[in-house]
Nanobody
Framework: QVQLIESGGGLVQAGGSLRLSCAAA????????MSWFRQAPGKEREFVAA????????RYVDSVKGRFTISRDNVKNTIYLQMNMLKPEDTAVYYC?????????????????WGQGTQVTVSS
């Protein structure tokens, strides 16, 4: 059974930092492109960041460029999202996802496996 398990969410003040982790069970992440999406209440799921299988290529939504960094450790079968200079508009449930390819403009349809999500709340 494939499981992606996110952790590291929480409550932080604006300007603060959090690091999210996504560990995999039943899935070898080194064979997959990985991504982070987020969904705020009443909004559609939004792409945040993605990384190819080797970690040599990344994608970011414009609103997080320069603040968020996606990375992976294929030995630990884990990906990360370092989030700095957090803003209240970053508040959402964050999901990690695994897909076969890193495409130019990732959408949820490009990913086959999803975690259950972790809540990130940024207070002003």
């Amino acid at each position: 059974q494939v499981q992606l398990i996110e952790s590291g969410g929480g409550l932080v003040q604006a300007g603060g930092s959090l690091r999210l982790s996504c560990a995999a069970a039943g899935l070898t992440l080194s064979s997959y492109a990985m991504s982070w999406f987020r969904q705020a209440p009443g909004k559609e799921r939004e792409f945040v960041a993605a990384i190819n299988w080797s970690g040599t290529s990344t994608r970011y939504v414009d609103s997080v460029k320069g603040r968020f960094t996606i990375s992976r450790d294929n030995v630990k079968n884990t990906i990360y999202l370092q989030m700095n200079m957090l803003k209240p508009e970053d508040t959402a449930v964050y999901y990690c996802a695994a897909g076969k390819y890193l495409v130019l403009k990732p959408t949820p349809r490009d990913f086959d496996y999803w975690g259950q999500g972790t809540q990130v709340t940024v207070s002003s």
